[in-house]
């Protein structure tokens, strides 16, 4: 069973940048698919991006030219950069790791969740 433990959200205006963090422990990292989900108050969880263990990626067309997702290996740390952020980016962030080769949009997919991060974009 993979644990993966987010950090580095919190409270920014709107045009401002964040980092999240998602280290991961108990598997064998470099072979996973990571992605980023969150969830808005009121609405489903969504897909924001995901990356595949050749560095490959795919975002939410909300995201794309914003956000960029990447991996460590040698740290089993995947990072979610957040820039250009407006309120509606506003949501719990998770990170999930996926044991096949391919990336999915949908969470069923993947395998084991973090406990969550919040982000807050004020206007």
């Known amino acids: 069973q993979v644990q993966l433990v987010e950090s580095g959200g919190g409270l920014v205006q709107a045009g401002g940048s964040l980092r999240l963090s998602c280290a991961a422990s108990?598997?064998?990292?470099?072979?996973?698919?990571m992605a980023w989900f969150r969830r808005a108050p009121g609405n489903e969880r969504e897909f924001v991006a995901g990356?595949?263990?050749?560095?490959?990626?795919l975002s939410a067309d909300s995201v794309k030219g914003r956000f960029t997702i990447s991996r460590d290996n040698a740290k089993n740390t995947v990072y979610l950069q957040m820039t250009s952020l407006k309120p509606e980016d506003t949501a719990v962030y998770y990170c999930?790791?996926?044991?096949?080769?391919?990336?999915?949009?949908?969470?069923?997919?993947?395998?084991?969740w973090g406990q969550g991060t919040q982000v807050t974009v004020s206007s």
């Open positions: 990356i595949d263990r050749s560095g490959r990626t």
């Open positions: 108990g598997g064998t990292f470099s072979s996973y698919v």
């Open positions: 999930a790791v996926r044991r096949f080769a391919n990336i999915v949009v949908q969470s069923s997919g993947f395998d084991s």
